[in-house]
C-alpha cells in the first residue's frame, strides 16, 4: 500500500535493496575547457583518484549485487584510455555497459576495441550544431570537428551512439540544425538537457542560462527529421532517478547521482562497496520521493514524484521542493538567477587516496 508524502503525493512504490544502474565518473579530468564543465575539472586532483584496479574490482562487487546498468563518464573518461578499456573490457559481457565522452580522443582504432569488448553503447556530447557554437562552448578549438569524426568512428564500429546537447543561450536558435547534423552523420537518437547549477556552469551561469519560457518554447518548435528519435528531460518526462540510480565520484565517494555530486555525500565505497551507502539516511529520503508537489503527468510517465531532486535543492535549499524545470511546478522561479548560497559553495574535495 501507498503513503502519501507531504502535501498529499503518493511516496514512490518501488523500494529497492539495490540500485539498477550505477554510474562511475571515473575522472575529474579533461581535454576541453567547457564553460558548463559539471565536474569543474583539472588535473589538481588526479593522483587522489580511483586507480583502475580499484574501479574492476568495484564492478565485481556491484555485479554480484545485482547491478545490471552501468554507466561510465567523467571528466572525460578517455583521458585515463587504459584504465577505461581495461574497465570495459571487464564489464561489458556481464553487464550493459555505456559511455558518456566529448567525442574527441575516440579513433577508428579505439572504437573497434570498444565494439570488440562489448560496449553496449555511447554516448557524444556536442555543443552546437557549428564548429563555432561547440568550440566557444568547450574552450577548445578544433574540438567540434574532432568529436564529430569521434561520432563516426563509433557508427562505423556499429556501436549505438547518442548526440547530447546542453541547451543554454549559444545553442538555443539552432535545434533544427542540431537535428539535421546528427542526421547527417547517422545519429538516431539525440538528447537535449537541461543545464545544472554545479561546477564550473555556476560561474558562467549569467552567460548561458535561459528562462523556462525560453526552454519550453524551443522545445514546443523543435521538430526531429524522420528516423531520429528526440530524448528531453522536461515536462511530462521530469523524472526523479533516485530511486534506482547510483554514482561514485573519482575519488570512491557515492554521490547517488552525478548532478548531485556537489551536494551529497553518502560515504566512501572502496572498503565494503556500494550496498552499505544505499542505506544513507538522505538516500533513502530522496528515493522515497517525499515531495511537497509532485507533477502527475511526469509521475505517470516516469514511476516517480517530484522531478530532479538537484535542481530542486539548488534553487531553494529544500530536498522536499518541486523541481522548478518543470513547468507545472515552477511557481514563478526565475531560472537565469542562482540563489546567493548556492554561488558561495564550492565543489567537495577528495578524501586522500587510500594506500
Not at 572525460?76 to 559481457?93: I, N, T
Not at 547518442?162 to 539535421?180: P, S
Not at 544505499?278 to 502527475?296: F, I, M, N, Q
Request: hydrophobic share 35%; aromatic share 6%; with cysteine.
Amino acid at each position: 500500500m501507498s503513503h502519501n508524502a507531504p502535501g498529499g503525493v503518493p511516496e514512490n512504490p518501488y523500494h529497492l535493496e539495490r540500485p539498477l544502474k550505477v554510474t562511475l565518473s571515473c575522472t575529474q579530468t579533461c581535454n576541453l575547457d567547457c564553460k558548463h564543465c559539471y565536474a569543474d575539472c583539472s588535473e589538481q586532483h588526479a593522483a587522489a583518484e580511483m586507480r583502475g584496479e580499484e574501479w574492476r574490482a568495484l564492478a565485481d562487487g556491484l555485479i554480484e549485487d545485482g547491478v545490471i546498468s552501468l554507466f561510465i563518464e567523467g571528466g572525460e573518461p578517455f583521458q585515463r584510455s587504459e584504465d577505461l578499456l581495461a574497465l570495459v573490457r571487464h564489464c561489458a559481457p556481464r553487464m550493459m555497459t555505456r559511455i558518456r565522452t566529448n567525442g574527441t580522443l575516440v579513433t577508428p582504432a579505439v572504437a573497434h576495441e570498444l565494439k570488440a569488448s562489448g560496449l553496449g553503447g555511447c554516448l557524444v556530447d556536442i555543443m552546437g550544431a557549428s564548429a563555432g557554437t561547440h568550440d566557444r562552448m568547450t574552450g577548445t578549438p578544433g574540438s567540434f570537428e574532432a568529436a564529430c569524426a569521434g561520432v563516426s568512428a563509433l557508427l562505423a564500429a556499429g556501436i549505438p551512439t547518442e548526440m547530447l546537447l546542453i541547451l543554454n543561450r549559444h545553442n538555443v536558435g539552432e535545434l533544427d540544425d542540431y537535428m539535421a547534423l546528427a542526421q547527417r552523420l547517422g545519429v538516431r537518437k539525440v538528447g537535449i538537457l537541461r543545464l545544472y547549477p554545479i561546477g564550473r556552469a555556476k560561474r558562467h551561469w549569467d552567460e548561458l542560462a535561459l528562462s523556462m519560457e525560453e526552454m519550453t518554447a524551443a522545445l514546443s518548435a523543435l521538430r526531429p527529421p524522420p528516423g531520429i528519435k528526440l530524448m528531453q528531460s522536461w515536462h511530462p518526462n521530469d523524472g526523479n532517478c533516485c530511486w534506482q540510480m547510483a554514482a561514485i565520484d573519482p575519488f570512491g565517494r557515492s554521490i547517488g547521482c552525478s548532478y548531485l555530486r556537489e551536494f551529497v555525500d553518502y560515504g566512501d565505497v572502496r572498503d565494503a562497496g556500494l550496498l552499505p551507502t544505499w542505506d544513507h539516511p538522505l538516500y533513502r529520503t530522496l528515493r522515497a520521493g517525499k515531495v511537497e508537489r509532485s507533477c502527475g503527468s511526469c509521475a505517470s510517465s516516469q514511476g516517480s514524484h517530484g522531478g530532479c531532486r538537484s535542481t530542486a535543492y539548488a534553487f531553494t535549499g529544500r530536498w522536499a521542493a518541486p523541481d522548478p524545470f518543470d513547468a507545472t511546478l515552477n511557481d514563478g522561479v526565475d531560472l537565469r538567477v542562482l540563489p546567493d548560497w548556492l554561488l558561495q559553495t564550492g565543489p567537495r574535495r577528495p578524501r586522500p587516496s587510500h594506500t
